[in-house]
DNA sequence: GCCAACGTTGGC
DNA sequence: GCCAACGTTGGC
């Protein structure tokens, strides 16, 4: 089983969006490095991490489950989605998603901050300077250390 | 709101 | 294929 993150901005599609949907399929996703590992390497079963970007204060929100592999983002052949992308096509689909499904909403969300002073999370890609990939990979012992300090 | 870091685009 | 210009991300 692999871990990995997620960063969504709550006011577009928070952790609790994704309580209420009990599931949802992770569209949007437009550069090609997270579009790779959503494509190749992301599988059925494995763990998530649910991140809260752009928010006060920045955090780890919870967790989620992958429940279903890759397939083309729909969202890109729509002209009224915002994610529209003329440049792909049903036939050579240049856009995926996975399907996730709600686990836990952490009680008390862990910030950013706390995240940069813990030793076992040395080397995360999100601790790393300028990282703006949105969907990163975890090591296990990453996504332990997380959930231990959120208390699960 | 600022701005550093990064990714993409497009002219050459 | 280079690289300047531009757009986006996301913390602060």
Request: with cysteine; aromatic share 10%; proline share 8%.
């Amino acid at each position: 089983m692999n871990y990995w993150l997620f960063k969504s901005e709550p006011n577009a599609y928070s952790i609790d969006d994704l309580k209420a949907d009990k599931s949802t399929p992770w569209d949007g996703v437009r550069n090609y490095q997270a579009r790779n590992l959503l494509r190749d390497d992301i599988k059925k079963g494995d763990m998530v991490i649910f991140y809260h970007s752009n928010a006060e204060p920045p955090a780890v929100a919870g967790l989620a489950k992958v429940i279903k592999e890759a397939y083309p983002d729909a969202t890109a052949f729509d002209p009224t989605s915002k994610y529209f992308d003329p440049k792909s096509n049903p036939e050579d689909p240049r856009w995926y998603v996975v399907e996730i499904a709600h686990l836990k909403t952490f009680q008390h969300p862990i910030p950013l901050a706390e995240l940069k002073d813990v030793k076992a999370l040395e080397g995360m890609v999100l601790l790393q300077k300028g990282s703006r990939l949105s969907v990163q990979p975890v090591t296990e012992k990453q996504f332990k250390a997380i959930c231990k300090m959120a208390g699960e």
